[in-house]
């Protein structure tokens, strides 16, 4: 199956760039989500939760999804949007702004950690793609 993973985190971007397309989003989760909204809008599949884990949006600033992107169609129009994927990166964009992110995390240390689970959540979600 075709995809990408779409991700801030640069933890998961060296991971998995040598043997996965992946796109690195220079920015906050926000910037990911809103990066996800678009590309579902123009057709692509979320291959996994945007809010996957016990993680909220306003916890972590790391954030790694899979896409699989659509095939071009033949006449150049735009594939259908998935409505499913729609729904579900509507509401992790609207979950962000709902939550107030009260600090933003600068610590190295806590940053590392929060790198190393997101990589792990993504970890899991690439086993499962690509079985």
Same mark, same amino acid.
């Given at each position: 199956?075709?995809? %990408?993973i779409l991700t801030n ?8 760039k040598e043997t996965h ?45 899979? %896409? ?9 129009? =735009? ?8 729904r579900l990166i509507g ?13 933003? %995390? ?7 950690? =929060? ?17």
């Open positions: 199956m075709k995809y %990408i985190n640069p933890l998961a971007e060296d991971e998995f397309d992946v796109e690195f989003v220079d920015g906050k989760l926000i910037d990911v989500l809103i990066k996800a909204r678009d590309m579902v809008n123009c057709g692509a599949v979320l291959l996994n939760h945007p809010l996957y884990g016990s993680v909220k949006p306003n916890e972590t600033p790391y954030r790694s999804l899979l %896409i699989k992107c659509p095939a071009e169609p033949a006449d150049g129009s =735009f594939p259908a949007a998935d409505p499913e994927s729609v509401n992790a964009v609207n979950a962000f702004r709902k939550f107030i992110v009260k600090k933003e %995390i600068t610590n190295p240390s806590l940053l590392e950690d =929060f790198q190393v689970v997101d990589l792990s959540l993504l970890k899991s979600a690439v086993a499962a793609a690509d079985r």
